[in-house]
Each structure stands twice: as C-alpha cells, then as structure tokens.
C-alpha cells in the first residue's frame, strides 16, 4: 500500500473562512478522496495558525483573550470544513500541547547545531501578512498585498542563518525540478535563492502570544517560523517515528502563491537544519479574485462558501470551484459563472443523462436495467476518457480530468440523441443502447466520487447498484463491461436543480 499526505496552509483565525480558503482545502479534500479511491493509504492534515501579532490585535480590538479568540474562529473554520464534507485526518492548531512540544524540540536542535545567533533585525512590517518587506518592495509605504501601512520596526532578536543553507538549496533545486509546480513557481523560488540569500529574524521580544523560545523565556518565535513545523507536529516528528517515517517523504503541500517564499525557501532550509528532508512537493496555486482584486478576510470582498453551498447544495458547490477555477494560475471568480455552470454541465448535461436513461428503462423496459454490452460504440471513447481523467487525477489536476469525464457525458448524450431509444419498440436494440448509457452512468460516478462524494452515490443508488467507494479496487472497478443489469433503476427528482 503506498503512502500519501497531503497538507493545507494552516488558516490564520483572525476572522472567518471565506470561499479562497475553501479552494485550498477542497483541492487537497480531493486529491485526498483520489488516493483513498486508489487504495493508497492518506493523511490529510489542516488546521489554523493561531500565534502572532495578527491574531493578539485581533484579540484586542475585540477585547477578549487570544486564546478565547482562537477557540471561537478555529472551530468556525471546522463548521465550514464539516459543511463542505472535508475529510481531513487531523486538525491542527498552533496553540496544541503537541505543537509547542514540537516545536521546542525542533528548533532547539537547530539551535544546537549552531544555526541560530542573536542580532538585530530592523525593518518594515506588515502584521496582515506576518511579514517583512524592504523599501523596494513596498508601495509608498504600504504593503503591496494588503495596502496596509508598513510598521517600522527594530528589536534584538535570534536569527535563523538562512545563507548557509544557500549552496545547500541550490543543489537540491537542481536534483528536483519537479518539487514545486508549477514550473514558473520553481523558477521564480530558485532565481530567488541563487540571487543570495540573507539571515532571518525568527524570534521576538515586543509581545508574548507565541511560543516561548526554549533557551531564552525573554522572546517567543515569529509565527511563521513556528508555523511551518506545524506539518512535522502533525505526522508525529520526535513523538511517532513510524507515522513520520510513513509519511513525510510522501508530503503534498498545498498553498497560494502569496506564502511561496515560506514554503519553498525558508521550509526546506529548516527541515536541512534540523536533519530530515524537504517535503517531497509543494503546489502552488493563484488567487480567487472578485471584480481583479484578491479575496481577502481584510477586503470587503470576502464570500462565505457556506451561502453558496445553501444555495447551490454541496455537490454542486465542490464542482463549480474546482472546475471553475483550475488549479494553478488566478480566476476571477463570479456568481453568474457559477450559475451558467451549474444549469449547463450538472443540470443539462450530467442531470439530464441520468433522467433520460432512467426515464427509457421505465418506459420501455419495465424499470429494469439492461446489461451493458461488450462491443459498444462508446466503449472506446469511454476508456479513452477515462485514461485521460486518471493521468490528470494523478498530475494533481483535478480540473481537467472533470472536463475528460464531462466529454464521456456530452458524447453519450449525443449518441442518446442519434439513436433515439424512446423512439425505439421495446427489444435487444433499446437493451444494448440503455445498458451501454447505465455503463457510462456507473463509470462516470466512481470519477466524479472524489469531488462529489454524495451526487456519486446517489447516483449508483437510482442505477441500481450498491458499491461501496470506500472499498473498490479502483482498476478493476472502472473497466468497461461491469454493468450487468436485472435491477431496478430509481426514478427520483432530478439530481441536480437549475438556477434561475
Ligand atoms: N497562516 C498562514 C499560513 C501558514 S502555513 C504554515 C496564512 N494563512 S491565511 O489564513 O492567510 O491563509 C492562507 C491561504 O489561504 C493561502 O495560502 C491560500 O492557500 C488560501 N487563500 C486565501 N485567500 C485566497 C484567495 N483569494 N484565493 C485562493 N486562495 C486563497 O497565510
């Protein structure tokens, strides 16, 4: 049985989760749900970072504890995830026991290996983003994502001695092209590396909602530097070493591409200095967008993914994200879309086959489904499609390989509309036509399962077959020719309602 884990940035819980959130943690939902299909064994971990100056302002302003504050939004995070039917394996959050556990022992390794020094950091500063910019980079002053004034600040601090860890990640940049995708993302994480690479602040003594540095109480870490062990805390560094050995050299991270210089810089060095690998690879994706500009807590801009779900029902929801917006490069993101989307591919083309098939096989054969048949038309472009779907499963492209089975969809209701079997006298020809369309029904259910867990289900349900998803072995299962009929298919409302 292979390995797989797939991780999510871990949420900042200053304020709610809003549909760009959801995008990350659907992705890795469903690439998740992919390998479970595939037998694989998986470890999905999300959770919410809770440390930081951020987070204490935004304790403030409301005039309640951190921790009271942190207790509030992270489990507002785990109502949305429960609500979108994300099945993650561990919730993590930074102010757990066996994070700050963990994150002692890491770091006092590093420090013991002589990579941490004390010295002074000076600098501008933006608290949304928990990150430090210089003058080039800001604009007029601002930070150039939030647009938030830059904080002027100098503190003695440790410093993590990031430019010895330069020669070590270039070699390792140049041994694993594929780390990161996409490509441009490597690129630009590597030009970053090879143009030099300075020391970074780690630690700080101004305020105390952080983790206390183990060898000095006086200062607490800086929340990304504690952060990025969350992914280590999880899989069970220096508290479970087979949960660790298991996993972590098959580690998927996923993130936005506001968070690469953490990930693909800072990361890997950190993981060289306290001994155990890099992950194996990290993904990054672009921004929602509303109207040009990034969905954002601070911005007015923000859409709850729960409304959208109320209106357009789970299944619906956990398509049109995923296929709307591919993963990889920004979208815009828009209602009207979601709703074109929604009538066209779920109420027109996938809906509407279902109905069709179950309304023939009651009307001309007694409700009762015919076999599929060995030698159809569409047996070749449905196992070309499905070749297609499960190379872009297994290249984490989830978008495409819905766009290869909604090709499997659109040419079976086209090959419906040629030979018009409600047209047809009862007999083998109507049989052949509906167990081959039932086939394709089957087929299509167990690749769409993965991003539609229950509209998967259900529809195996009004097919008339009882397969549990959890316990197929996947290469057998989607092989043309397993639907042999002599059950009753279910008529029901249709699968998928269209939006006015
Ligand atoms: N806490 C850090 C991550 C630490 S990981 C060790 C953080 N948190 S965050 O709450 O700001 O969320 C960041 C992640 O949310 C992004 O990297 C991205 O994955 C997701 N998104 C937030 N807004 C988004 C969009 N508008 N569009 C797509 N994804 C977005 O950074």
Redesign the pocket.
């Known amino acids: 049985m292979k390995s797989f884990c797939v991780t ?7 304020d709610a989760p ?4 959801a ?2 943690t659907l992705h890795a939902d469903v690439f998740a749900r992919w390998h479970r299909l595939m037998g694989d064994e998986v470890f999905f971990l999300t959770g ?2 809770e440390h930081g100056l951020k987070i204490a302002e935004a304790a403030e302003k409301q005039g309640v504890d951190p921790q009271a504050l942190t207790d509030v939004t992270s489990q507002r995070f785990k109502d949305v995830w429960a609500k979108l039917l994300i099945q993650y394996d561990d919730f993590i959050r930074t102010t757990d026991e066996r994070h700050i556990k963990a994150v002692k022992a890491f770091t006092k390794k590093i420090y013991d290996s002589g990579y941490i020094v004390k010295d002074t950091w000076e600098g501008l500063y933006c608290i949304s ?2 990150s430090n910019y210089t003058e080039a980079e800001s604009e007029n002053g601002l930070c150039p994502i939030h647009k938030r004034k830059l904080e002027s600040v100098k503190e003695d601090n440790y410093f993590f001695k990031l430019s010895e860890f330069e020669d070590r990640l270039i070699k390792y940049y140049s041994e694993n092209p594929k780390w990161i995708e996409p490509e441009t993302k490597y690129n630009e994480a590597f030009s970053f590396i090879k143009s030099g690479l300075k020391d970074i602040s780690i630690t700080r003594s101004s305020f105390d909602w952080g983790i206390s540095v183990p060898w000095d109480e006086t200062q607490v870490f800086y ?2 530097f504690e ?2 062990i ?2 280590v805390t999880a899989l069970g560094y220096e508290s479970d070493s087979s949960r660790f050995s298991n996993f972590w050299p098959n580690t998927v991270h ?6 690469t210089r ?2 693909c810089v800072w ?1 890997p060095a950190m993981c060289m200095a306290a001994g155990i690998d890099p992950p194996s690879k990290i993904l990054v ?6 109207k040009g500009e ?4 601070s911005g007015l801009n923000k859409i709850d993914p729960s409304e959208l779900v109320d209106e357009f029902g789970l299944d619906q929801f956990r398509y049109l994200l995923i296929k709307g917006s591919p993963f990889g490069p ?1 979208s815009e ?1 828009s209602y009207e879309e979601l709703k074109r989307r929604n009538n066209s591919d779920l109420a027109n083309n996938l809906g509407n086959l279902l109905s069709r098939v179950v309304a023939v096989v009651h009307s001309k054969c007694d409700g009762i489904s015919p076999k599929c048949s060995s030698d159809s038309e569409l047996k070749q472009d449905v196992e070309d499609a499905v070749e297609a779907a499960v190379l872009s499963w297994n290249n984490f492209a989830p978008a495409d390989a819905l766009e290869a089975v909604w090709n499997m969809i659109k040419r079976t209701n086209f090959y419906l509309e040629k030979y018009e079997p409600w047209k047809l006298e009862p007999g083998d020809r109507i049989n052949a036509i509906m167990g081959d369309s039932l086939e394709v029904l089957r087929i299509v259910s167990i690749l769409i399962s993965p991003v539609m867990p229950t509209a998967a289900c259900d529809m195996l349900r009004r097919i008339g077959l009882k397969i549990d998803l959890k316990n197929v072995d996947f290469n057998e299962e989607i092989r043309w020719g397993q639907y042999l009929g002599g059950v009753p298919v279910i008529k029901d409302v249709p699968l998928f309602a269209r939006i006015k």
Do not use: Q, R
């Open positions: 999510t940035p871990i949420y900042y819980v200053n809003h549909v760009g959130h995008y990350t919410t970072d983003c928990e929340v990304w952060a990025l969350n992914y996923l993130i936005g591409k506001e968070i953490f990930h990361w994706h672009g921004w929602l967008l509303v990034k969905m954002s807590k920004d993101f």
